[in-house]
């Protein structure tokens, strides 16, 4: 039960991934009272996912000792590209969701209001809110991960383009003729610089007989491989990964440099697990590529920054979609 | 002298080149009524230049037999980063220029109004007010000539970016390790496509014994080439020139297919000298390769077309921005 005294209210912000649904509970200030974690069973079908979000929610405020009462609304990042208004996923692929009402059918099971948008366009929007103060017109948020996603804030607003799938980052094509990318074509940014893209590469390379420490670590096969192992390895000086990572950085560095010749924008945010296991790693290659390729003039002033907030990102950002929707309702 | 029954009001724009200056004058309804060129000079500096556009300007007045009371204002498009509030070129790397104040200069020799904006921004505009009828909300310009330049209209506004430099889309890297660019950089879509890249492609192959009609047309060091000269040699049946003009096309393609995963427009207008000369030839693959690469759902119901303003681009946006000035202005 809420103090009656001082009935606290709260926010909560749902990160639906391909693997896992992450439900963050904030207050009113947008600190983190609490976190919630279940497997997303994408396979199952999307109901059965709405109602696991669902019961996700409803786990994170009763761990935090809320009441439903208390929870002025529900915001959701999901993966694929979204009709905002509406709060229905038109297309999401990791999901194999086509044309989903989630909001409805979310705030039919909650009886709370829902906001919904699409993960990269809520994660970046919950950097600029909070992390950035909304100082900055122009931003670019690009989120490094299995995937690679990106979210643009223009004249001090989301840009979501025509049909609400602007942003893609991840297929800008740097290296015609390079690697098969997930999407069917090849040289894409996330063939070159996803963790799936260093993990293949690792992978391919042990076949062939390259010794690594990751090896010692998880076994000759390479189950399991997270990020966080690439920055185990690198520390016990293992020179095959770091020099795979800083080829990722290089990579991403270049697309960094298009998007600020294309965009010319205040600020470039990178996040996502890759950026926030090795960003000590790959921030300063980022940088200094980015600086060497954008246009002389484009980059001036320009900041080049690893968010804060990590992988708290997804959460935050769909809380701060609440929090506007109801600023914006005043 | 102007009738003074029926005093025709007019409209000038300027499209300020490297190498020459167009001047156009168009009535209120942005029909050309005359035009005048005039080479740009741009070895003998910024005031040497802005006394040639004054006497562009002028002469072409003149020659429709206009009187300077008809003149309603006067756009210039110019190369490089520009302060539309000021008229100041920022910088502009082909004509040597820096923080030059070119509306308050002419504005002072012609004793007429003058808006400033840079050449791909007013050339999109001008396709966009025109062409376009200001319909779409998201626009996308490429223009292909000696370099590759770029305009954004997003929300239905000019997009400039943070220091007014957005849209390089000639310096976005497809190619990493590709072939040498201007900028210093490799790989960059202006050194895979631009008319220069084309020219060396061929110069190169020539040298090194390729056979070619181009030859025949221009002599053996094939001196003074011109975009038209490649559809000559194509019309004649000469494979190599067409399979040059068609690598171009594919990497344009492959350009516009980035452009529209990360902007989701609703609309891709090329032009510029070499679509002008070109378009049989090049759109069909253009489109054909954009749509291939194009993340799915990105692309669809997305237009992708050639302006039928050709080379008028510079002039009548130019023409443009001061009826959008006039009317902001009302």
């Known amino acids: 039960m809420a103090d009656s005294k001082n009935?606290?209210?709260?926010?909560?912000?749902?990160?639906?991934?391909?693997?896992?649904?992450?439900?963050?509970?904030?207050?009113s200030q947008l600190q983190c009272l609490g976190r919630n974690?279940?497997?997303?069973?994408?396979?199952?079908?999307a109901?059965?996912?709405?109602?696991?979000?669902?019961r996700c929610v409803e786990e994170a405020i009763d761990e935090c000792d809320l009441s439903r009462k208390q929870v002025r609304g529900v915001g959701v990042g999901t993966p694929g590209s979204v009709d905002p208004e509406s709060g229905r996923v038109i297309f999401a692929a990791n999901?194999?969701?086509?044309?989903?009402?989630l909001r409805k059918e979310l705030e039919r099971r909650l009886d709370m209001p829902v906001f919904v948008e699409n993960d990269c366009n809520s994660s970046i929007l919950g950097v600029y809110e909070t992390e950035l103060k909304a100082k900055p017109q122009h931003v670019i948020g690009l989120f490094l991960g299995t995937g690679i996603g990106g979210g643009l804030i223009l004249n001090g607003k989301l840009y979501a383009g025509f049909r609400g799938t602007a942003g893609e980052v991840g297929h800008m094509v740097l290296e015609v003729g390079g690697p098969k990318c997930t999407c069917g074509n090849r040289g894409c940014f996330?063939?070159?610089?996803?963790?799936?893209?260093?993990?293949?590469?690792?992978?391919?390379?042990?076949?062939?007989?390259?010794?690594?420490?990751?090896?010692?670590?998880?076994?000759?096969?390479?189950n399991d491989m997270r990020s966080g192992?690439?920055?185990?390895?690198?520390?016990?000086?293992?020179?095959?990964?770091?020099k795979v990572v800083e080829e990722a950085a290089?990579?991403?560095?270049?697309?960094?440099?298009?998007?600020?010749?294309?965009?010319?924008?205040?600020?470039?945010?990178?996040?996502g697990g890759i950026i926030d296991a090795l960003e000590d790693e790959m921030m300063a290659i980022i940088v200094e590529t980015a600086?060497?390729?954008?246009?002389?003039?484009?980059?001036?002033?320009?900041?080049?920054?690893?968010?804060?907030?990590?992988?708290?990102?997804?959460?935050?950002?769909?809380?701060?979609?609440?929090?506007?929707?109801?600023?914006?309702?005043?």
């Open 7 to 27: 009935p606290q209210e709260c926010l909560i912000g749902v990160d639906l991934g391909g693997t896992k649904i992450l439900a963050g509970v904030f207050d």
């Open 95 to 101: 999901l194999h969701w086509e044309d989903v009402p």
């Open 250 to 271: 290089e990579y991403t560095g270049i697309a960094v440099a298009n998007l600020i010749n294309l965009f010319n924008p205040q600020v470039v945010v990178l996040g």
């Open 190 to 222: 996330e063939a070159l610089a996803s963790r799936t893209a260093i993990f293949r590469k690792i992978q391919t390379a042990v076949k062939a007989g390259q010794k690594t420490v990751l090896t010692d670590l998880l076994g000759d096969d390479l």
């Open 291 to 330: 600086r060497d390729y954008a246009f002389p003039g484009s980059a001036k002033g320009v900041d080049i920054i690893a968010t804060e907030v990590g992988d708290d990102a997804g959460i935050l950002g769909a809380a701060v979609l609440v929090r506007k929707a109801l600023l914006d309702a005043k």
């Open 47 to 54: 109901d059965a996912v709405i109602e696991r979000i669902a």
């Open 229 to 242: 192992d690439l920055l185990k390895a690198i520390r016990r000086g293992d020179k095959f990964v770091e």
């Open 37 to 45: 974690k279940m497997s997303t069973k994408a396979e199952r079908g």
